[in-house]
């Protein structure tokens, strides 16, 4: 039921199923967001997609096989259909959370306020890596959210309403690819996540510490602690004042 919407988890759910049956990757065809043949679903948030729904495809999966294995192969339009509701459990020794750190080298101009990242490594934990090509693009794609979060995106309020002021993507300055940096990503693995075949969540882990890397590249640069975001040139000339 989960809709894919960006991450890559479709393959991911492929190679699972594959893996887990025994087949060829171009034997599994994976149908996500047909309500006609798929249950309901919350939604793909949270960083959760590969530990619960990939172990709703291995329990299906291993139904399947067991299926196959009372009955046979179906013969001519016959079907087997199996079914499973993701309900992981932490067992002793496994762990949901995944770790990450990032580094980043920055160049700050102090006649014009500006911020320029130079270098940046994402070093990232998340138990056994299911499809190293679309995690390192997770990664990736919340480096460059957290760099909107830090130098670029200004969500403005009404202070008396608490409504947003800010209409459009436009004027809130969403990060584009001019402004996203290159992104060298470091996987550690481990093997002891809660999620199918040791696996944990990446969703969110490449943007939660990006703010919080650049804001103290910043402030190693120029001295000056910066801790209203986004750091903005005139935020920055202000400080050098």
């Given at each position: 039921?989960?809709?894919?919407?960006?991450?890559?988890?479709?393959?991911?759910?492929?190679?699972?199923?594959?893996?887990?049956?025994?087949?060829?990757?171009?034997?599994?065809?994976?149908?996500?967001?047909?309500?006609?043949?798929?249950?309901?679903?919350?939604?793909?948030?949270?960083?959760?997609?590969?530990?619960?729904?990939?172990?709703?495809?291995?329990?299906?999966a291993r139904d399947l096989k067991k299926q196959i294995?009372?009955?046979?192969?179906?013969?001519?339009?016959?079907?087997?259909?199996?079914?499973?509701?993701?309900?992981?459990?932490?067992?002793?020794?496994?762990?949901?959370?995944?770790?990450?750190?990032?580094?980043?080298?920055?160049?700050?101009?102090?006649?014009?306020g500006a911020v320029k990242i130079l270098k940046f490594?994402?070093?990232?934990?998340?138990?056994?890596?299911?499809?190293?090509?679309?995690?390192?693009?997770?990664?990736?794609?919340?480096?460059?959210?957290?760099?909107?979060?830090?130098?670029?995106?200004?969500?403005?309020?009404?202070?008396?309403?608490?409504?947003?002021?800010?209409?459009?993507?436009?004027?809130?300055?969403?990060?584009?690819?001019?402004?996203?940096?290159?992104?060298?990503?470091?996987?550690?693995?481990?093997?002891?996540?809660?999620?199918?075949?040791?696996?944990?969540?990446?969703?969110?882990?490449?943007?939660?510490?990006?703010?919080?890397?650049?804001?103290?590249?910043?402030?190693?640069?120029?001295?000056?602690?910066?801790?209203?975001?986004?750091?903005t040139r005139d935020k920055i000339l202000g400080a050098?004042?």
């Amino acid at each position: 039921g989960v809709t894919d919407v960006g991450p890559g988890a479709k393959t991911t759910m492929n190679i699972i199923a594959a893996d887990e049956l025994g087949v060829a990757l171009s034997k599994v065809k994976v149908v996500w967001g047909d309500t006609d043949t798929c249950p309901y679903s919350v939604g793909e948030s949270g960083s959760r997609t590969t530990s619960m729904t990939g172990e709703a495809v291995v329990a299906a999966a291993r139904d399947l096989k067991k299926q196959i294995a009372d009955k046979g192969m179906p013969r001519g339009s016959a079907l087997l259909t199996a079914s499973a509701t993701p309900r992981p459990r932490i067992h002793e020794g496994k762990i949901r959370n995944c770790f990450g750190a990032n580094f980043v080298e920055v160049e700050v101009d102090a006649e014009l306020g500006a911020v320029k990242i130079l270098k940046f490594v994402a070093v990232h934990e998340s138990g056994r890596i299911m499809n190293p090509l679309t995690a390192a693009s997770q990664v990736k794609g919340g480096v460059a959210m957290g760099v909107g979060m830090a130098l670029h995106e200004n969500m403005i309020y009404d202070q008396r309403t608490g409504r947003p002021v800010v209409t459009g993507y436009y004027f809130d300055r969403v990060v584009t690819h001019l402004d996203a940096p290159d992104v060298q990503v470091e996987f550690i693995e481990a093997d002891d996540g809660y999620g199918p075949y040791g696996a944990k969540g990446i969703g969110e882990a490449g943007m939660i510490t990006t703010p919080a890397a650049i804001s103290n590249a910043v402030f190693n640069a120029i001295g000056r602690r910066i801790k209203d975001l986004p750091i903005t040139r005139d935020k920055i000339l202000g400080a050098l004042a």
